[in-house]
Structures are given as C-alpha cells and as structure tokens.
C-alpha cells in the first residue's frame, strides 16, 4: 500500500480498511528505515495514525500542514514523494531530518527547534484572509514544545484574531525525558481525570432535571463561565485562549481522529484538538523507554569509542565540584541526557532544574539565582542558547552576574543540520561585555575550565564540542586557567597557527605536515575568545610571522576576526587569515563531512599557511591599500 502512495492525494483513494493498512505498513517502513540510517525514532512511530488522517482529511499542498520541530516529520515524509530518499536520511547531500521548504512543496515551514509552529501557523492564516484565498492551517505541536514559551505567546494572538486555525496538541508525556510542568500536569489531569470530562455534561443534566427552572439553571450555569468553566470544561485552559477544544482523542485509532479532524474542518474560528499518543509505538523497547530511543544511531554509524564525550566530562566534573559547593546549581532546558546533567541530577535531584523547552527563561531564572548568591550553570545547545540572547545580555552581562553557560555542541554538530549547528555562539557572546568565553583542546582542559569559570565573578561561556574528547588523561584536581592567557602547543618560527577548542589538533596535524614541506609552524591553543591574550598577540606582531586562525565557528564575527580586530586598533600590520565557517548555512552530515566541507581540514590549513607564507607580503599589502579589500578577496 505505502509503496503506491506517491502523493497524498493518492492515500484519499483508500477505503477505510486500506488506510489501516497504510498505517501498518508506513510504521514499519519507519522502523526499518531509521534502524538502518538512523535519526529520530519515537516521535515518528507516535504519529503515524494522525499524519495518514491528515493527508486524508486535508489537502496538502493547498491545506498547510506545520510540524514543530520537525523530528516527527517521517511519515509525513513518506507520503509526500520522499520514499526511495530514506536511505539517505540526515546523511550528507541527502534528506534533511527535518521538514524544509527547499525539499517539498509539502513542506511549508523550515523547522528543528521548538516551539514555533502555532507562530508561523497563525502568520499564515493572516495572509490566508488577507489575500482571500480558503484553505486550511494545521499546526501539529507536541506536549514538550507546548512547554515553550513562544508556544503560548502564539496561542495568546491567536485566540485574539480569532482566524480559522486548527491546532493539534500531540501528547505523549514526553519531551526527549518525561514532560515537565504546570501545563504538562494539567494535560495529565485532562487525560487522566474522567471528571473534567464529564463533569459539565453530568451537571447540565442534572439541572435539567429539576422541574419548571433546570432548563433555565443549566443555561444560567453554561453562561456562568467565571465560577464553572474552570472547573467543568475540559480543555478550560485553551478555551480561555480562544480556542475550541476537542480531547483527548486516542492518537492511535484512526477512526478517530479522522473524525474529530473532519469535524474541526468546518469550523471558522481557532480550535485545538488534544490528541494522546504513545512515544515509540510499535516498537516495544522504544514504547517502554522512549528517552533512550528518541533519535538512534542506525546500523551505519561507526561503532562509539572507547573514550568519554565532551558531555560526559563536563557532567562528571559539575558533579564532582558541586559535592564541595553547595551554591552550584545546574540547569536545562528539556536536554537532562543530551547535556549530561541527568548525571548530575541522580547526585543533587534538588539542584537540577529541567525548566521544559524555556531557553529564555532558563537563563533569566539562573541570573535570579545567581544574585541569591548561587552559582548557576545553564548547559545548553549552542544553537538553543540562540533563543535566549537578550536574556544573556539584559538579565545577565548588564548586571555582571556570575552565570556559567556550558555551551555544549559549539561547533558542527553533525546530522540535524543547520537549524543545529552550533556555529553562532561566539559571534554573538563576544560583542557583549562582561562576557569571559573559553574553549577547551580537550576534555582535559575543559575540566579545569568548568572549574576556572565558577571562580569568576561575571558571566562565562565555556563552549565544547557534540564529540567524543581525545582520550586523554583526566587529572584528579582541579587547576584555575590564568584567564586570558594562551598555550603553546608547539613552537616554530615560520608561521603560527591561532587554533580554538578541538581545532587545535588540526592546527597540531597540519603542522606536521607543514614540517614534512620544511615548514615551522608555531601552535597555539588560544583557550579564551575573550579576553584575547593580548601579550601573545602582540608578541608574535613583532616576530613578523604570518597567522592562521582556526576556529569551528562562524568566520565572521569569530576569534580570527577578533585577532584583526586588535591588530587594527594597535596599528599594527599582521598578515592574518582567518579560517573559519564562511558566511552560509552548513547543512547535515557527519561531522567528519562537514568539517572537510567547510575546510577546517589539517590538509586544507596547511595548504593556506604554505600559501599565506609563500605570498609576497609587500605585493599583498600594495593590492589590498590599493582596493581597500581583504587580502583573501584579492587570491581569489
Ligand atoms: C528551542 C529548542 N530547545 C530544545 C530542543 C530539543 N528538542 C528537540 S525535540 C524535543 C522534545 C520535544 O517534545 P515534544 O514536542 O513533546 O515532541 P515528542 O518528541 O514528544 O514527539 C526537544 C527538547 C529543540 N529542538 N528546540
Ligand atoms: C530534534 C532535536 O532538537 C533533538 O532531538 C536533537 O536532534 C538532539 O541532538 P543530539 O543528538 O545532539 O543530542
Ligand atoms: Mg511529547
């Protein structure tokens, strides 16, 4: 059956039985598919029932159906023309991971974080009515994105503009970890409570059945909103929103939802439709232990070293620091595995905070205990700290206060592609005062760095990669980092390569290199961003030696940029190439791919020193005065 489904106007061709079967069958192309790639698992198997009823009931690409996040956009994928593109799921030129508007004319907004689809769903329907056209909105948002704020800023406009907007609420009492949250305890209660459901139709009944005034009491009470509605009807948190609701539904019996979505489709105002699934179904581990098979690895992944993560480090070290310091207090944001810190909660449950998918708030409520006289730490994705950037600057740096953020996945993170990598950080924390930012060479340092940025007395960002560390040694104490202040890797004395974080291993392999062409390259390992170690800097102006920054973060606005920036304003005249990720958005693969793509190679770094040292640096300089533009404009 799936294998005839070329478009979704071909699944309003199946009969009822047919459709079951589509079910069944995309369920199990899900599973072998994604246990063969990889990618996110759970979610996919939690909603096919809803997005076969979808494409049924709906006519997309004319109805506009929205997925938040995207990570549960598979089955979606399947109907839509993607079938034969599985095999390269989240691989490098292939299938994205999650919906994107370059794919599929089925895919109406670009997605990977959380928390927008109701946003962007309304902004549709606005222009929907504005520009007279008649077709349908439908933004699919789970319980854990529900959680976000930006969710219920959405919910909050939309009830206001009162558009005809279908929203459906997938819950599944899971984000990746177990949902968390006020509204998250109220869905359990609608779920779980039979009273909510029941309690407004049993008492209008029950009025009704008083002679000569029921029927005018039980009209009196429908209308008494203030002192029954909030306790009677189900869904009372939405409909003050504006919204009609329908709930809950069992995700997983098709003839149900089919129904209640052909019901909401003749509705003219917004509605939402609360809609109970179960993460993983189908597949039993995934059913009984849905945080563990939120994504998975596939059968092509190449087996896992033996050699702890980045994230293991920094949430065994947090531990262990947090056993002499009772003031430090970690934070997430709905990522307690990805981060580490559920390591860190099985130690201090009543020190870790999960604040759901609330980045913003995340950060503001660290600045708030940060002025308590705790000492926060806010592990959080590179690309999720994005969310939060007043928060960063407004609530934190202007007030100085000691935060730590430990930035995890900084740099290319691999198959969730550009709505993940996490390659913006340092261009915008390093414009903000106040701000300390450090990276490690590896996991070993980072250790003493975590350590170092919970002696400060301002905010700090310590920033590490989604990858296994070195393997090195780990010392047993702990050591403070003279902030500022680089290390020199290897010396040399025909080029010096400025590396950041794990870049400095490529800058130390393409000084071999380097040295096997006669070549005698200088290795720094910078450590901090800022502040730059500017005895360094100034130091290796007057050694004349040209400069190669490497960075795994954007080029422009990056520590390369920094070094010129501070040769600029000292006067002073340093050839400095910086290399870094050039000004695009850098796609999904592996790590490994990706770094090649974008050049942060030991080869390709050792091409570009050899070259920078071979050109001339008087003709270099009388081109660029001449045009007044950068040297690495004039090579090409
Ligand atoms: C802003 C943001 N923060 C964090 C994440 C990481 N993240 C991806 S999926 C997910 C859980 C989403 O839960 P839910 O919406 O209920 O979907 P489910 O996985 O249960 O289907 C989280 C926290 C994200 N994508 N975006
Ligand atoms: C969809 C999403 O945002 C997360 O599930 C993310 O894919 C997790 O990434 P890691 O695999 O790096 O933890
Ligand atoms: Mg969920």
């Known amino acids: 059956m799936l294998e005839i489904i070329k478009d979704p106007s071909d699944v309003k061709t199946l009969s009822r039985d047919e459709l079951q079967q589509l079910v069944d ?126 969710a219920f800023e959405a919910l909050n406009h939309a009830g206001d503009l009162k558009k005809r907007l279908i929203v459906i609420l997938n819950d599944n009492e899971m984000s990746i970890a177990p949902n968390v949250g006020a509204v998250s305890q109220y869905l359990t209660k609608l779920r779980t409570d039979p009273h909510y459901g029941r309690m407004k139709s049993e008492i209008e009944t029950l009025l009704k059945k008083i002679p000569a005034i029921g029927h005018k009491l039980a009209g009196a009470a429908e209308r008494a909103k203030d002192s029954l509605k909030y306790f009677m009807v189900q869904g009372a948190l939405f409909e003050e929103f504006g919204f009609k609701y329908f709930g809950p539904i069992n995700g997983h019996d098709l003839s149900s939802v089919l129904s209640i979505l052909e019901q909401a489709k003749e509705l003219t105002s917004p509605v939402l439709i609360h809609v109970v699934t179960q993460k993983g179904k189908g597949y039993p581990s995934a059913e009984t232990a849905p945080d563990k098979l939120h994504s998975v690895g596939g059968a092509v992944t190449k087996p896992k070293k033996a050699t702890p993560s980045y994230t293991q480090v920094f949430a065994d070290a947090l531990t262990e620091l947090a056993r002499t310091d009772e003031r430090i207090v970690a934070i997430t944001a709905a990522m307690p595995s990805g981060t580490g810190l559920n390591r860190f909660a099985a130690e201090f449950p009543e020190r870790c905070f999960d604040v759901g998918i609330a980045e913003q708030h995340a950060a503001t409520f660290c600045a708030g205990l940060s002025t308590a006289g705790m000492r926060p730490v806010f592990a959080v994705y590179s690309t999720f700290l994005q969310r939060a950037y007043d928060q960063v600057i407004h609530d934190i740096c202007i007030q100085n206060l000691p935060v730590v953020f430990a930035i995890d996945r900084a740099g290319l993170v691999g198959p969730d592609g550009e709505t993940h990598q996490g390659v913006f950080d340092v261009a915008f924390l390093r414009t903000v005062p106040n701000m300390t930012i450090m990276m490690p060479k590896d996991e070993g340092e980072l250790r003493h760095m975590l350590f170092t940025s919970l002696t400060l007395q301002g905010p700090v960002a310590v920033r590490y990669p989604r990858e296994d560390g070195r393997g090195v040694a780990l010392d047993q104490s702990f050591m403070r980092l003279p902030i500022g202040v680089s290390e020199i890797v290897r010396e040399g004395s025909d080029v010096a390569l400025l590396a950041l974080g794990p870049m400095v291993a490529v800058a130390e392999n393409a000084a071999l290199m380097l040295n096997q062409r006669g070549i005698s390259a200088l290795v720094i390992n910078l450590r901090f961003v800022k502040p730059l170690d500017e005895a360094m800097l100034l130091r290796l102006a007057h050694s004349d030696m040209p400069i190669v920054t490497l960075e795994e973060a954007s080029a422009a606005g990056g520590v390369g940029g920094a070094i010129l920036e501070f040769y600029a304003t000292h006067d002073l005249s340093v050839r400095v190439h910086p290399i870094g990720i050039a000004d695009h958005f850098v796609e999904h693969g592996s790590r490994e791919e990706l770094l090649h793509h974008v050049g942060l190679t030991a080869d390709h770094v050792a091409r570009e020193a050899e070259t920078l040292l071979h050109r001339p640096q008087s003709e270099a300089q009388t081109r660029v005065e001449k045009r007044n533009i950068s040297p690495r404009l004039v090579k090409k």
């Open 25 to 150: 069958e995309t369920r199990q192309f899900l599973i072998e598919q994604i246990m063969a790639v990889g990618g996110h698992f759970g979610s996919n198997l939690g909603v096919v029932e809803l997005t076969v009823a979808l494409h049924y009931v709906f006519d997309s690409p004319r109805d506009r159906i929205l997925w938040d996040v995207g990570h549960q956009a598979y089955a979606h994928k399947a109907l839509t023309g993607r079938q034969a593109q599985f095999p390269t799921l989240r691989q490098y030129g292939g299938m994205a991971g999650f919906p994107k508007r370059n794919e599929s004319p089925h895919d109406f907004f670009g997605v990977g974080h959380a928390s927008t689809s109701i946003s962007a769903a309304l902004g549709m329907a606005v222009a929907r009515d504005l520009r007279g056209e008649n077709h349908h909105v439908v933004a699919v948002i789970g319980d854990g994105a529900m959680t976000g704020g930006m």
